[in-house]
């Protein structure tokens, strides 16, 4: 049983260290980005990279799912595996070229169309490669490209943004040679040109490879809805001007989505690693309630801290997004926990649920918004997210219990959804910041005291043991 949580906690920390390094660095940008970029220039650049997110998952048919899934069973051909992978991109390659003209045709980022191809390019590759490199247990290496990736962005955004003030070009610039950049070692250090020449192209393992990703491209294609469709309808419905306030309200989300990238990177090899073990419903429901009870107390405290710090850490033109925050950092809460269980739901070989759920999710987002922004501009596309992800994490918590005795700690699990939720309602309009936040605070460690003394007991000892 210790073994599951040392390795669960040492794929973690080897992951968080290049996670918490390269979004450490990228924090810092933001400022660069709220005062070197108008916000149209900044709204733009977010709608080239809302359309990358789109293109990737169709050019690769998320074939890095199938890379994990597939390569880290038992006596599997791990080398195989890589090549059906490539094989893939090479696709994705002449897919892309074939698609960018008619993406060129949506005047706002006809500019920057070919841009937007070679990001796609790269960004597949790169996934795959790095894919690979989880599939060898190459976890340290992982988290040093990390970091590498994200020192090669800043220094290049610095430059280019900066001392030559390049605007858009130099935004979208930089990311393409930090990607490149990372290709380049990956490969390398992954251990890739060797694999292929050793590797024959299993055919029938490329079928199966396919079918099982398929369904997740819709799934990723739903995800993308959810999370950039608001930002396409703000820019048509409202303008360029408000989107870059909207975009610029999503950075601090995204820390939550940081403990998620870390955290479920690791927990996707556990949750597959464990599939076969008749204790696996214990730990899976072990580890989600400290993961949400994790997530929900992250939460809170940003949002305490939130007014203060956005006022010094945006730019001028760009501190009155503030307000938007607070739910948004709830949604990025529920997303973490739907993106948990989509693990599970990768281990059990479910991409067809997976993929179902996310459906519900992206109409509901996308039916909300539109209505929303309609009558309440940008805050409608703030609801809509919240709503969505709200939706779909209830829907997927009774969809596991079908396959797994998921226990998520049923009414205490509710009741910190509710005080999150009344929190950032509270903190957005900017109604009593510092008495409700701090009511939030002692609510929560009331109610969780006992799961917060576990998880730190827990953690303790797993640490003690793992050195």
């Not at 980005?33 to 169709?58: H, K, M, R, S």
């Not at 048919?61 to 059906?84: D, H, P, W, Y």
């Not at 649920?353 to 992206?362: G, K, Q, V």
Request: net charge positive; aromatic share 14%.
């Amino acid at each position: 049983m210790d073994k599951k949580y040392r390795t669960l906690f040492t794929d973690a920390l080897v992951f968080a260290l290049g996670s918490l390094g390269s979004k450490l660095i990228l924090f810092f940008l933001v400022p660069i980005y709220t005062n070197y970029l108008t916000t149209d220039e900044y709204g733009i650049a977010d709608l080239v990279f809302t359309f990358v997110q789109l293109i990737v998952p169709f050019a690769t048919v998320s074939i890095q799912n199938s890379l994990i899934r597939f390569g880290m069973e038992k006596n599997a051909n791990k080398e195989e595996t890589l090549k059906c992978s490539m094989a893939v991109i090479l696709f994705s390659v002449v897919f892309t070229l074939a698609v960018t003209p008619l993406v060129g045709l949506y005047s706002a980022i006809s500019d920057w169309k070919w841009y937007l191809a070679i990001l796609v390019v790269l960004n597949g590759l790169s996934e795959v490669e790095r894919s690979y490199l989880k599939v060898r247990d190459k976890n340290k290496s992982f988290a040093v490209i990390s970091i590498i990736q994200t020192a090669v962005l800043a220094g290049c955004n610095i430059l280019l943004l900066v001392v030559f003030r390049s605007g858009v070009s130099g935004y979208l610039l930089s990311n393409i040679i930090a990607v490149a950049v990372v290709c380049v070692i990956t490969f390398f250090a992954a251990g890739i040109p060797k694999a292929l020449r050793s590797a024959k192209l299993n055919v029938p393992l490329l079928k199966k490879m396919v079918v099982f990703s398929m369904p997740l491209v819709l799934s990723a294609i739903s995800w993308w809805v959810v999370h950039s469709s608001d930002r396409i309808m703000i820019e048509l419905m409202i303008g360029e001007s408000v989107l870059g306030l909207y975009t610029a309200a999503t950075k601090i989300p995204s820390l939550i989505n940081v403990v998620t990238s870390i955290f479920n990177q690791a927990w996707g090899l556990s949750s597959i690693r464990e599939i076969d073990n008749p204790d696996k419903q214990h730990f899976y429901s072990k580890v989600f309630r400290m993961f949400s009870t994790a997530l929900f107390m992250a939460c809170i405290m940003l949002i305490t801290v939130l007014k203060p710090f956005l006022s010094v850490y945006f730019g001028a033109d760009f501190r009155s997004a503030w307000v938007y925050t607070p739910l948004l950092l709830v949604a990025a809460v529920f997303f973490s926990l739907t993106a948990f269980i989509g693990s599970l739901y990768i281990a059990l070989q479910k991409s067809l649920n997976d993929m179902i759920t996310y459906l519900i999710c992206a109409f509901v987002n996308v039916v909300v918004n539109f209505v929303g922004i309609l009558f309440l501009g940008a805050w409608g596309a703030v609801i809509g997210t919240v709503t969505a992800f709200a939706v779909v994490l209830v829907i997927r918590i009774f969809d596991i219990k079908r396959y797994i005795d998921l226990n998520i700690g049923g009414v205490r699990f509710f009741l910190n959804a509710v005080i999150a939720l009344a929190q950032a309602v509270c903190v957005s309009m900017d109604v009593y910041v510092y008495p409700v936040s701090a009511v939030a605070i002692v609510l929560f460690v009331a109610l969780n005291y006992k799961e917060i003394a576990r998880f730190i007991t827990s953690l303790t000892k797993t640490v003690f043991k793992n050195k």
